[in-house]
């Protein structure tokens, strides 16, 4: 299976921080990643379809970047809202695989 | 608007069946991709498998021989079963609307404890 290493496990921010986290493939997935939010007691939501797509209703701050092996979610102007676990998924392979996910916690 | 809902047993015997169901509103299921996701406790996530617009499935290799996605286009549901479950199939189970999934259900949470 593709394995896909997210970093960091968790971040320590502050509203108004520009935050980054990362995910790595164990193999080449062209643009086929996505991004998702989830917040405590929700379902994960999506956030970026295709590697840098926001999907509708999405804030502007939040940009996906990447392709290939390398993958990165920038959050601009953290807003407390924005306090959620964040995971990746590669659908370039069966089966897809997820990343073990970023948790972004107030300093 | 699209709403997805799960519905089934919070608790399973091991060995036995796991049976869910995904109740869809405002979308018909003869539409797009049909999925399930589970997330275990500890936050790890697991891609199960999906059903088609078609009645087609695919499923996760891991899951192969205990997995069963199907649906009933009259009521507008789709299903899951999983077969001989064990502890380790404790998890909050997912259906999710699209391939790779866009729009998640509130989930449902099952125990696998005799």
């Known amino acids: 299976n593709t394995v896909m290493t997210q970093s960091p496990t968790s971040m320590f921010i502050s509203v108004g921080d520009r935050v980054t986290m990362n995910c790595k493939a164990s193999?080449?997935?062209?643009?086929?990643v996505d991004w998702y939010q989830q917040k405590t007691g929700q379902s994960p939501k999506l956030l970026i379809y295709?590697?840098?797509n926001r999907y509708t209703g999405v804030p502007d701050r939040f940009t996906g970047s990447g392709s290939g092996t390398d993958f990165t979610l920038t959050i601009s102007n953290m807003q407390a809202e924005d306090l959620a676990v964040y995971y990746c998924?590669?659908?370039?392979?069966?089966?897809?695989?997820f990343g073990a996910g970023t948790k972004l916690e107030l300093k | 608007e699209v709403q997805l809902q799960e519905s089934g047993p919070g608790l399973v015997k091991p060995s036995q069946s796991l049976s869910l169901t995904c109740s869809v509103t405002?979308?018909?299921?003869?539409?797009?991709?049909w999925g399930w996701i589970r997330k275990f406790p500890g936050n790890k996530m697991e891609w199960m498998g999906y059903?088609?617009?078609?009645?087609?499935?695919s499923y996760n290799p891991s899951l192969k021989s205990r997995i069963s996605i199907t649906r009933d286009t009259s009521k507008n549901q789709f299903f899951l079963q999983l077969n001989s479950v064990t502890t380790e199939d404790t998890a909050t189970y997912y259906c999710?609307?699209?391939?790779?999934?866009?729009?998640w259900g509130q989930g449902v949470m099952v125990t696998v404890s005799s």
């Open positions: 999710a609307r699209g391939e790779p999934p866009q729009y």
């Open positions: 405002g979308y018909s299921i003869t539409s797009n991709y």
């Open positions: 059903i088609s617009y078609s009645g087609s499935t």
């Open positions: 193999q080449n997935v062209g643009t086929n």
């Open positions: 295709g590697a840098s």
């Open positions: 998924l590669q659908y370039n392979y069966n089966p897809d695989t």
